[in-house]
T-cell receptor, first 113, second 113 residues
């Protein structure tokens, strides 16, 4: 069965650079969630989209922005990268905002040097 | 104080043992309770979810929720080395159109031969 696809899987950037992470949800899923997981930490909610509209916002820095496109894929744009942004970034998708049945992608490991 | 508390472990058990993983929470408004399994450097994998007090069984896994005590548990019977992973509890509210999950810090489990 198709799963949530994230790209790239690994990304290395320098401080103050910009990064774009992409998420392709499970087919027919209309809701996307972004999470950040630091080393040894639990995933922290960043932002979510339902039917291409932002539906909830968590601890997302102002330097980050995200959107969901007409084909339901989502992109997380991160600017002025800091060392502390190094983490695993997970995207999850669900149908109809049913967070109880959200499926996660494999994540993008971002390293800021 | 975190909304969801989880013993980080690590927990080491022999193969075939019964494992008990636990979380407590402070927000009585949480409606959905999930357990995720996360292997190293992988995305969280949904194991079970429930929304009512009581037990829910799925193969070797049993999820238990006690809303009056704000306490949830995951029991793993006949544990296998392949169960070695980090187990995350997660909870959410449903307000429609995409909601955040609040995770516990995860319990690292090792099942030894």
């Amino acid at each position: 069965a198709a799963g949530v696809i994230q790209s790239p899987r690994h990304l290395i950037k320098e401080k103050r650079e910009t990064a774009t992470l992409k998420c392709y949800p499970i087919p027919r899923h209309d809701t996307v969630y972004w999470y950040q997981q630091g080393p040894g930490q639990d995933p922290q909610f960043l932002i979510s989209f339902y039917e291409k509209m932002q539906s909830d916002k968590g601890s997302i820095p102002d330097r980050f922005s995200a959107q969901q496109f007409s084909d339901y894929h989502s992109e997380l744009n991160m600017s002025s990268l800091e060392l502390g942004d190094s983490a695993l970034y997970f995207c999850a998708s669900s149908l109809g905002g049913a967070i109880s049945e959200a499926f996660f992608g494999q994540g993008t490991r971002l390293t800021v040097v | 104080q975190k909304e969801v508390e989880q013993d980080p472990g690590p927990l080491s058990v022999p193969e075939g043992a019964i494992v008990s993983l636990n979380c407590t929470y402070s927000n009585s408004a949480f409606q959905y309770f999930m357990w995720y399994r996360q292997y190293s450097r992988k995305g969280p994998e949904l194991l079970m979810y429930t929304y009512s007090s009581g037990n829910k069984e799925d193969g070797r896994f049993t999820a238990q929720v006690d809303k009056s005590s704000k306490y949830i548990s995951l029991f793993i019977r006949d544990s296998q080395p392949s169960d070695s992973a980090t187990y995350l509890c997660a909870m959410s509210l449903f307000t429609g159109g995409g909601n955040k999950l609040t995770f516990g810090t995860g319990t690292q489990l090792k099942v030894e031969l």
